[in-house]
């Protein structure tokens, strides 16, 4: 998608600035000169403004007075010398979150016959059907719809668009087929149906996609084998399928697109081998293919990619040996996942230990011994090496990991103190889940813990001590130290992790009251306590925490009402089983004052 959206900033840049060009010579015009604005384009302006009944962007407040061509009416270009309205481009700023439309699209914009730009983009709420009316426009290049909430089918009728260079539907609630008459669409250059939830196959017209440039149908639910027909354009650089339900071989053909860079099938059903003319996309940067049915040997051929940096065939079937990559064989390589498939490694081969990479996932590949050591450890922003057979080695493992963002070991035999770690000051995430670690958390979470840690899991391991005292400062998101050995309480400052979503501290051996505070964390979307020994009154603080969707208090020694409100009264009875006397919704009615009270 990041490729995509850099092409289409160029084909809209390079059209709006034409178009602009024009418009300052309106701008620039005496005073005295009569609005050239033509009517009847500013009554289906101001139709469109009167369908949006909310917009928070302010772009069309702007909208005011009868010269929607003199420079004043946000987002719409003019022709000068007609006054006819060339181009609307309405685009919510890519960071501001806040802002919106509500409303939808009337049918009169297909009035505006000399519109050569559309552009309503990542408004969001705009939902109803894209207009049929719009096959009216038949100067339009640029047709730019997309992350909206748009629903309904695609209208054939866009087909009759001769000159449309870009097409972009994408991030919206479209369903049904995609028309086979897109395929008139000769002079296209880029198309994006991604994000909806389009269904069936891709037409066997798109064989008149001799120009096209860029392809995005991902995150839909197409279905079928890809054709041979879809690829015959060699100025190809962009394919995305990804995130549907395509079936049959890798089309072969895509291998002769000699300009393609970036190649996305991920998430699909596709079986067979991955044919060794593969090695002939020598433009190919970015190669993913993981969450296939895909079987055999990774093809040799890879190897003589030069422009590569960027390669996932992870969740498949491919089984060993894996090829040997000799001397400068893919020389740009960056980023590698070969996770979960049928490999047996044993050791991390040389020609990725010796390369300097920014992320290596080699997880569920029977890794087995030893951690490895990193020619290149400054490099890597990202390991995962979980789900293997790793039993040692980690003393030394986070030498010189200066860049480290990102580790996953978890699901290994790994046994050692923690306090004998030291971890990287800039990591964002630690999983070391499923292990045999032991030690106290203080050892991770202390005063010197880096703000830049949002993820903890130290799950299912031998943790011993207390919870520390969490201060000011901390970016944790997730904090996962369940099943463990863990004893004390927990502390009120918990409410210092004011970005916390989920929280796990189940099975341990913690008591104490569960503090008031806990319910300061308004962002809290998971709590699991269960398994515990703590005692006293779930407070009612926590029914400040609105977004909750999973709470878990079973089996620990909890006393009194139930908070009364949503969500506690509406989760399942058995997130509140096998405490002492708990009662209210959705268990038992309290009796009475004195049971309700009962753990205060």
């Not at 001799?210 to 392809?215: G, I, P, R, T, V």
């Not at 990725?352 to 020619?375: E, H, M, Q, Y």
């Not at 806990?518 to 703590?534: H, T």
């Not at 620990?556 to 708990?582: K, V, W």
Request: proline share 6%; glycine share 10%.
């Amino acid at each position: 998608m990041q490729i995509l959206g850099w092409v289409l900033k160029v084909l809209l840049m390079c059209s709006v600035l034409g178009m602009f060009s024009v418009t300052s010579v309106a701008q620039e015009r005496p005073l005295s000169q009569a609005p050239i604005c033509f009517e009847a384009d500013r009554l289906v302006l101001q139709e469109f403004k009167a369908k949006i009944l909310k917009d928070t962007t302010e772009i069309l407040a702007s909208w005011m007075g009868k010269d929607c061509c003199g420079g004043d009416w946000e987002g719409v270009v003019c022709n000068p010398a007609t006054g006819r309205v060339t181009g609307l481009a309405l685009q919510r700023p890519d960071r501001e979150l806040g802002m919106y439309m509500i409303g939808t699209l009337p049918a009169a914009l297909g009035n505006l016959h000399f519109l050569e730009v559309m552009v309503i983009s990542g408004m969001k709420h705009i939902t109803g059907s894209i207009p049929e009316s719009l096959s009216n426009l038949t100067r339009l290049t640029q047709l730019i719809l997309e992350d909206n909430s748009l629903e309904g089918s695609i209208p054939p009728g866009l087909g009759h668009l001769s000159l449309l260079q870009t097409l972009s539907l994408g991030g919206n609630r479209l369903k049904g087929p995609i028309p086979p008459s897109l395929g008139n669409l000769r002079s296209l250059l880029v198309i994006n149906l991604g994000k909806n939830s389009l269904s069936g196959p891709i037409p066997p017209t798109f064989i008149s996609f001799l120009s096209l440039q860029s392809l995005d149908f991902s995150f839909n639910l197409l279905s079928g084998f890809i054709p041979d027909a879809l690829v015959r354009s060699q100025n190809l650089t962009y394919i995305d399928l990804s995130n549907n339900q395509f079936s049959g071989k890798f089309p072969i053909s895509i291998c002769g697109l000699a300009n393609l860079q970036d190649l996305s099938l991920s998430h699909n059903q596709l079986t067979g081998t991955i044919p060794e003319q593969i090695g002939g996309l020598r433009s190919l940067s970015s190669l993913k293919l993981s969450g296939n049915k895909f079987i055999g040997h990774i093809p040799a051929s890879i190897s003589r990619l030069p422009n590569l940096w960027n390669l996932n065939l992870s969740r498949n079937g491919f089984s060993d040996p894996l090829p040997i990559i000799l001397g400068r064989g893919i020389p740009s390589l960056l980023s590698i996942d070969l996770s979960y498939n049928n490999l047996s490694l044993g050791t991390v081969p040389n020609w990725i230990k010796d390369r300097p990479l920014s992320n290596v996932n080699l997880a569920g590949c029977k890794l087995r011994g030893t951690l490895p050591k990193f020619t290149r450890p400054d490099s890597l922003s990202s390991i995962d090496l979980s789900n293997n057979l790793l039993t040692d080695g980690i003393s030394s493992f986070f030498t010189n990991m200066s860049s480290l963002q990102n580790i996953k070991l978890s699901n290994n035999q790994l046994k050692f103190d923690v306090s004998e770690i030291r971890f990287p000051d800039g990591l964002a995430s630690i999983d070391l889940h499923s292990n045999q670690i032991t030690g106290s958390l203080s050892s991770i979470i202390n005063n010197r813990t880096s703000s830049f840690l949002e993820a903890l899991d130290v799950s299912g391991n031998h943790f011993s001590g207390e919870i520390p005292e969490f201060t000011e400062g901390l970016s944790l998101k997730v904090l996962n130290i369940g099943s463990n050995k863990i004893t004390g309480h927990i502390p009120s400052s918990i409410s210092n992790l004011i970005e916390l979503e989920m929280l796990d501290i189940q099975r341990n051996q913690i008591a104490g009251t569960i503090p008031t505070s806990l319910g300061l964390l308004s962002k809290l979307q998971w709590l699991d306590v269960s398994v515990n020994s703590l005692a006293g009154k779930i407070p009612t603080s926590l029914l400040g925490i609105r977004g909750l969707r999973h709470a878990n208090f079973r089996a620990n020694r909890l006393c009194g009402e139930i908070p009364q409100g949503r969500p506690y009264s509406i989760f399942p009875g058995s997130a509140y089983a096998h405490n002492l006397c708990l009662c209210g919704k959705p268990l038992p009615p309290c009796r009475g004052k004195n049971q309700a009270n009962l753990g205060q």
